[in-house]
């Protein structure tokens, strides 16, 4: 049995029943309800005032760069309107997790990168995201983050990379406590990526993300579900295509309903939502298809924004105003349209052609087929990019990699420091004895209360982790004597102590040499620039007419 035959349509929300062998498929479950277009103008006919706010789905990633044109339609409306404006964004905590990863450091120029979290939730708490798609039995439980996608705009402002985590992926997910009710959701070595939204909220996916990258998440956003329908419509609909004509149903009435014909098709209302939803009909109908229709959704929708920055009328400017401010949920660091709009000001100095989508490189799990893995080599490779603010599409490495710097450090010799061998990592097996060399090399540079780790560990890249900020100078210490990057130590609760991991980049010699920065992203991550004009989706097998 293929993924694609045990997948759910991404129109269809995924519970945590399809964690189980009768879920798998989704045909037990939530019936989307196909239609091609027929009511595509729903999305016109919502008052700006009706939807509860709510965390929803796929049009978040881009609801920053919307915002810069709404404001700037909106920038001399009075002190009044912006305060309504204000107080229709909903505002959560950026990380509920112990750990966060070190803020980047600034390069020559006192820039620095900016990382914003894009979250979209399968959540179902109001009757028109009801009537968009899903079950009445899905309100009130806990949401899952079915689309969640890093933006990543460089220290200089000349490129974007957006990063896709497909839903199915296996990841660790960290301690996290709910900010309103103070529940506690105890550390998952290994579960579902879209699981993290349901434990405490969105700053739980932040934790997530930064647990598995290593990079400092500066804000997240999420947009409500029945948002993505007006804002479609607000701007005119978003130009998209297909190479043959396309429907998105199947015998047992699974699909998004999409009906369209091969070419250019300006999609809005229900129709965008329909296209953002696809799987069966795209590519080889599993969820890295719709994932890549996403992104050439997104980019034409930021070419559109563009184009009619300065065209569009003003009365349509405030009712996508109003639209995205309710429909949008953010860190309590991003809560004012003032502050959405300084961001948006960022994410328009990047030109067009300087933006890059991709998806992180998976694999079939081995332990279930119908769930993904990380891809050893190709994943740690653009998540190393992008943790030291390489463009994507080959221009070469914009930051040098800096030494870690001593800050408040004991004396080495009382510097307690562990050292277990993770070399076996990237498909490769453990080297003999490398933790025992490593701390041999530490006692010749003085630090006399190094030991052998034995715990298990496998990592890529070398690191050395504390578990609270008073060992943070020790830690330091340690990596500046063995030519580890500042990058390369944080904190991290999985550790009573200063540990160093010595990881599959230091398999031999005593100094440590960083592996030769890639300078352009793996095949596997799916790169679309996003001045490609003229992408076109190709159409699944049997889901023609």
């Not at 974007?160 to 998952?188: F, G, N, Q, W």
């Not at 969105?202 to 500066?218: F, M, S, Y």
């Not at 769930?371 to 930051?399: C, F």
Request: include cysteine; proline fraction near 6%.
């Amino acid at each position: 049995m293929t993924r694609s035959d045990v997948r759910e349509e991404g129109a269809l929300p995924r519970s945590r029943e399809a964690d189980g062998p009768g879920g798998e498929s989704g045909r037990s479950r939530r019936k989307p309800q196909p239609q091609s277009g027929g009511r595509g103008r729903h999305g016109g006919r919502r008052r700006a005032g009706e939807p509860r706010p709510r965390p929803k789905r796929r049009i978040l990633r881009w609801s920053a760069i919307t915002l810069a044109v709404v404001i700037l339609g909106t920038a001399g409306a009075g002190y009044l309107y912006i305060e309504r404006l204000n107080s229709n964004l909903k505002k959560e905590k950026l990380n509920l997790g112990e750990d966060g990863a070190p803020k980047a450091s600034p390069n020559s120029a006192g820039q620095t990168p900016l990382n914003i979290l894009m979250i979209g939730s399968d959540s179902r708490n109001t009757a028109e995201d009801l009537e968009l798609g899903g079950s009445k039995g899905d309100v009130g439980r806990a949401p899952l983050a079915d689309v969640q996608m890093l933006v990543h705009v460089s220290a200089d402002r000349s490129n974007m990379s957006v990063v896709s985590l497909p839903r199915d992926t296996m990841i660790p997910i960290p301690k996290c406590t709910d900010p309103h009710d103070h529940k506690v959701y105890e550390a998952l070595s290994l579960s579902m990526a879209n699981e993290s939204l349901g434990r405490g909220g969105p700053g739980c996916a932040v934790a997530t993300w930064e647990k598995l990258t290593n990079i400092h998440i500066d804000h997240f956003m999420m947009v409500d579900f029945s948002g993505v329908v007006s804002m479609a419509g607000a701007i005119g609909g978003v130009p998209v295509c297909v190479k043959q004509n396309v429907y998105s149903h199947t015998s047992d009435g699974h699909g998004s309903g999409l009906k369209l014909e091969a070419g250019i098709t300006y999609v809005k209302g229900e129709q965008a939502l329909q296209w953002l939803r696809t799987r069966y009909g795209f590519e080889d109908g599993t969820d890295l298809g719709r994932t890549h229709a996403q992104h050439m959704y997104m980019n034409a929708m930021v070419r559109q924004l563009r184009k009619n920055a300065t065209l569009s009328n003003p009365e349509k400017m405030r009712s996508l105003a109003e639209t995205a401010t309710k429909a949008l949920t953010v860190d309590e660091g991003l809560g004012t349209v003032k502050k959405l709009y300084d961001l948006s000001e960022e994410f328009k100095k990047v030109p067009t052609k300087g933006i890059t989508m991709t998806t992180l490189p998976t694999e079939q799990w081995s332990e279930n087929h119908n769930r993904l893995v990380p891809k050893p080599g190709d994943a740690d490779q653009l998540i190393s990019m992008i943790r030291n603010d390489t463009p994507l599409e080959g221009h070469g490495a914009k930051k040098k990699v800096t030494q870690a710097s001593t800050a408040s450090a004991a004396p080495v010799g009382q510097i307690a420091v562990q050292v277990r061998n993770g070399t076996g990592a990237d498909g490769q097996a453990p080297v003999p004895q490398r933790a025992g060399a490593i701390e041999q090399v530490l006692e010749g540079k003085g630090f006399a209360q190094a030991s052998i780790d034995t715990a298990p560990a496998s990592q890529a890249e070398t690191a050395v982790l504390y578990p609270s900020a008073d060992l943070k100078g020790d830690a330091q210490a340690v990596a500046k004597a063995l030519g580890v990057p500042v990058d390369s130590v944080r904190r991290s609760t999985d550790v009573s102590g200063v540990t160093l991991i010595v990881g599959a980049d230091w398999r031999t010699g005593n100094t440590y040499r960083a592996s030769a920065q890639p300078t352009k992203a793996p095949d596997s991550a799916a790169v679309l620039n996003g001045g490609k004009e003229d992408a076109c989706m190709d159409v699944q097998k049997g889901f023609t007419w």
